[in-house]
């Protein structure tokens, strides 16, 4: 994905520091439970869209 020009990264500070430390350090990842929840959303639909539309024909 491509980021608009005028887009400015900001450094990881207080607790966000630290989950991400401990997560480099045990080689683990940090994830957001509501991104992951959208993602599994759209996968499920994609799938019945999927079947249903192999069924029709």
Partial sequence: MKYPFY?????????????????IKTGGSIS???AIATAKRIAERRKNRKITHATNT
């Fill in 7 to 23: 887009t400015l990264s900001k450094p990881v500070v207080g607790s966000e520091a630290k989950k991400l430390a401990l997560a």
């Fill in 32 to 34: 957001n439970e509501a």
